[in-house]
């Protein structure tokens, strides 16, 4: 049965610091990786997605991809009370585009 | 990425009775997804809703219960039907995009009494 773990949290941290969310997947095979921020009450959003091995920044985040490990990281740099939310992790095994199995989801508390 | 709206944003129903759940995307999508999630709870997907043709249900979720229509490219429906309390939850429907990602919608928060 295909997985996606992560630490449910909370993770707190204080404003301006580096948040570090982690998430492992069961399934080698997995193809694609995304992260989603979803704030209290609110459906996910899509902020960052990785598919290679290495690093990708975008603006204050970075996905790492290690698929040797089958671990799958976000850093948040400068932490804002803002960023504090649940990161969903998900991850794409192939097949149907439905094949997206979402983790359980970090929560991460920025403290001002 | 495309704007996707739902109807209603939430309800209250009772028990033994049925609701629709509209999703609305501004531009044709192939991809459209129904997704459940339950309080504290990540997403379950409940299937894929294909155009022209019967959804795809994943295990656990049956036809009977959660009736899908996709008349078009641009619209699904989600009824959740003889509801029970165990039916309480988010309801979501997303499109997919050009690398396999979603994108959902504000959701439709369902409370069953």
């Known amino acids: 049965q295909k997985e996606v773990e992560q630490n449910s949290g909370p993770l707190s941290v204080p404003e301006g610091a580096i948040a570090s969310l982690n998430c492992t997947y069961s399934d080698r095979g997995s193809q694609s990786f995304f992260w989603y921020r979803q704030y209290s009450g609110k459906s996910p959003e899509l902020i960052m997605f990785?598919?290679?091995?290495g690093d990708k920044e975008d603006g204050r985040f970075t996905a790492q991809l290690n698929k040797a490990s089958q671990y799958v990281s976000l850093l948040i740099r400068d932490s804002q009370p803002s960023d504090s939310a649940t990161y969903l992790c998900a991850v794409y095994y192939g097949g149907s585009q439905g094949n997206l199995i979402f983790g359980k989801g970090t929560k991460l508390s920025v403290k001002p | 990425s495309a704007v996707i709206s739902q109807k209603p944003s939430r309800d209250i129903c009772q028990r033994g009775t049925s609701l629709t759940i509209q999703c609305q995307v501004d531009?044709?999508?192939?991809?459209m997804f129904w997704y459940r999630q339950q309080p504290g709870q990540s997403l379950t997907l409940i299937a894929t809703?294909?155009?022209?043709?019967?959804?795809?249900?994943e295990s656990g979720f049956v036809i009977d219960k959660f009736p899908i229509s996709r008349p078009n490219l641009t619209f699904s429906t989600l009824t959740v039907s003889n509801m029970s309390p165990e039916d309480s939850s988010i309801y979501l429907c997303?499109?997919?995009?050009?690398?396999?990602?979603?994108?959902f919608g504000p959701g439709t928060r369902l409370t069953v009494t």
């Open positions: 997303s499109v997919g995009g050009s690398v396999y990602e979603q994108y």
């Open positions: 990785i598919y290679s091995n």
């Open positions: 809703a294909n155009q022209g043709s019967e959804a795809t249900y």
């Open positions: 531009s044709q999508v192939t991809m």
